[in-house]
């Protein structure tokens, strides 16, 4: 998984060991990458790898079922969790941006996200268009790793879609994976493929931070607006206005202060035209980079009028414990994913946006690197239908292992008060025991890797997380683990909505079984 994650058709930037999210890395270096691959291929089946901020650092005895390895990424104490002292210490080769997914070895590729953003516009579309997105228009930036899967999941709503991004290799990429339909050079040009079009996506050669105030000013509103450039990084991410992207480069490695001011004075434009549109009537929501906080750094003292996505469209999926639940086939054999494809249809007969997903991905999702899945379960499902694949592998009837995992968007597994735990009612979004809590239980139930991140999505010290992973190999011991990790899981997310007042989630919790000493309504 760790060489799926730079497989290049995969990675970004594989030469750099850039998976994704502005400088999200699977490994520090490359002298860590050959250490850690050196490392995996002679560890003993009770020992543990320890790998600190992507250098492996020491091979521990453990036991059988304990997780084969151990990861923390970008952690700073609170006080230097900064990018200041991010900077610093990743200059003098200390430390390294391990992402979400990146630094975890759990990234599948824009495959990895399209479902859960086609189920956002999905949202949106039900919340104000009656349902569907039809003939309307949606316009975001950055059409990288997780921003390239929204031409797709607009289009596979009805959509037409306009994207920007600076980088033209970037759309290029989205072109030949079969995510986004045309590129465009200015924006009459895009206006113009766009015009009378239905179900098509557009990537525009451009700089969000112009292109967004001319929208402005020709009076032209999209249906609904958002934004996936990597804003959560000022220096090593977002790329400031009014000049080339040659120059910005130059400019980085030049004088890097100066970059970061031009850059974060570049989001607050960003922003601006952001909330004149949402004025004028455009449906408009953060989605997850932190650009409303890097606004308001710039001097946009109402860049928080823009709702975040997850308040706005996910938050009900996180009372039941649903969440993203992903495998992928260690064969290489597209036939396996169809397999379990099949499998999960059989099982959950009447999960409507599951059957409905299942139909378009068969058809339109390419596969990169090995074939993977994504789909949304619910509390319980996933441990039965971990239980099912490993019974198929077991049996034969799957060719090879498959690596089960989810990313850091999951209930119980991150503490992200401008994402994920926004607006909790209770008012505990920075409380980041929760994470914590989370990678020790799914260490103490045996999942395969276990990895604790700081700053993924929205940037050094804004959030806190932790990932998961658990290879179904068909053997009893792997069944016992994976029915462990699967159910302990999201009952954590379940617990902590409930503890947040969440009525829904209470009933979840004493549905499932799940035991609250503290049961808030008691
Ligand atoms: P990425 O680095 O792969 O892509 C970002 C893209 O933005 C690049 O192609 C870059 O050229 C472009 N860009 C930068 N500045 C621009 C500007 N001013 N105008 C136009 N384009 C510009 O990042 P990614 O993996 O696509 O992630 C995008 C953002 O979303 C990141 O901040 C990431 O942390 C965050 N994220 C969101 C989710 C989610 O679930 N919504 C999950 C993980 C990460």
């Known amino acids: 998984m760790l060489m799926n994650n730079l497989d290049p058709e995969v990675a970004e930037k594989p030469d750099e060991l850039i998976v994704y999210g502005g400088t999200g890395r699977a490994a520090r270096d490359w002298p860590s990458f050959h250490a850690i691959v050196r490392s995996l291929q002679q560890l003993d089946n009770d020992e543990t790898l320890?790998?600190?901020?992507?250098?492996?650092?020491?091979?521990?005895?453990?036991?059988?079922?304990?997780?084969?390895?151990?990861?923390?990424?970008?952690?700073l104490v609170g006080h230097w969790s900064n990018y200041e002292e991010f900077n610093r210490l990743e200059r003098l080769g200390l430390i390294m941006y391990g992402q979400m997914t990146a630094g975890s070895w759990i990234y599948i590729g824009s495959q990895g996200i399209v479902q859960g953003t086609f189920e956002t516009f999905a949202a949106a579309a039900n919340k104000s268009f009656g349902g569907s997105l039809r003939g309307k228009l949606v316009v975001s930036g950055g059409m990288g790793g997780m921003?390239?899967?929204?031409?797709?999941?607009?289009?596979?709503?009805?959509?037409?879609?306009?994207?920007?991004?600076?980088?033209?290799?970037?759309?290029?990429?989205r072109l030949k994976t079969g995510y986004c339909d045309r590129i465009a050079w200015n924006l009459d040009e895009a206006l113009s493929i766009l015009k009378g079009a239905e179900a098509l996506s557009v990537g525009l050669v451009g700089n969000c931070a112009d292109v967004l105030p001319e929208l402005v000013r020709r009076d032209i509103v999209p249906d609904i607006l958002t934004d996936q450039t990597s804003a959560h990084d000022a220096l090593n991410g977002y790329v400031p206005n009014g000049m080339e992207l040659k120059e910005a480069l130059a400019l980085r490695c030049e004088n890097p202060d100066e970059y970061t001011r031009a850059s974060v004075a570049a989001m607050g434009q960003h922003v601006t035209a952001m909330l004149a549109l949402k004025r004028m009537?455009?449906?408009?929501?953060?989605?997850?980079?932190?650009?409303?906080?890097?606004?308001?750094?710039?001097?946009?003292?109402?860049?928080?009028?823009?709702?975040?996505?997850?308040?706005?469209?996910?938050?009900?999926?996180?009372?039941?414990?649903?969440?993203?639940?992903?495998?992928?086939?260690?064969?290489?054999?597209p036939e396996d994913i169809h397999t379990t494809d099949r499998l999960a249809l059989e099982m959950f007969p009447n999960n409507e946006v599951l059957e409905r997903w299942m139909r378009m991905a068969k058809d339109r999702i390419h596969f990169q690197g090995l074939p993977a899945r994504i789909c949304w379960l619910g509390y319980g499902e996933r441990a039965e239908f971990g239980l099912a694949i490993n019974d198929y592998v077991r049996r034969g009837k799957i060719e090879a292992p498959i690596v089960i995992g989810r990313d850091h968007l999951d209930t119980g597994s991150v503490a992200s008060p401008y994402r994920e735990t926004e607006a909790m009612l209770d008012t505990s979004d920075a409380v980041a025991d929760w994470p914590l809590l989370n990678a020790l239980l799914n260490t103490s139930a045996g999942a395969s890797w276990v990895s604790i991140h700081n700053g993924g999505g929205v940037g050094?010290?804004?959030?806190?997380?932790?990932?998961?992973?658990?290879?179904?190999?068909?053997?009893?011991?792997?069944?016992?683990?994976?029915?462990?990790?699967?159910?302990?899981?999201?009952?954590?997310?379940?617990?902590?909505?409930?503890?947040?007042?969440?009525?829904?989630?209470?009933?979840?919790?004493?549905?499932?079984?799940?035991?609250?000493?503290?049961?808030?309504?008691?």
């Open 281 to 333: 009537g455009a449906v408009t929501f953060d989605y997850g980079n932190n650009i409303r906080a890097q606004a308001k750094k710039a001097g946009v003292e109402d860049a928080f009028e823009i709702p975040g996505f997850v308040p706005e469209y996910i938050r009900p999926l996180f009372c039941e414990g649903r969440g993203p639940f992903r495998w992928a086939a260690l064969s290489g054999s």
């Open 147 to 173: 921003g390239g899967a929204q031409p797709l999941a607009a289009t596979l709503n009805g959509a037409r879609f306009l994207g920007m991004d600076v980088d033209p290799a970037r759309i290029e990429k």
């Open 460 to 522: 050094i010290g804004y959030a806190q997380h932790a990932g998961m992973v658990v290879v179904a190999d068909g053997t009893e011991a792997c069944g016992r683990r994976l029915e462990r990790v699967l159910t302990t899981d999201p009952g954590l997310g379940v617990i902590r909505h409930a503890d947040a007042g969440y009525p829904k989630a209470v009933e979840v919790a004493r549905e499932k079984g799940i035991r609250m000493p503290m049961d808030p309504t008691r």
């Open 50 to 75: 320890l790998v600190q901020s992507g250098k492996p650092v020491g091979i521990f005895r453990t036991h059988s079922e304990a997780p084969r390895v151990l990861i923390a990424n970008s952690n």
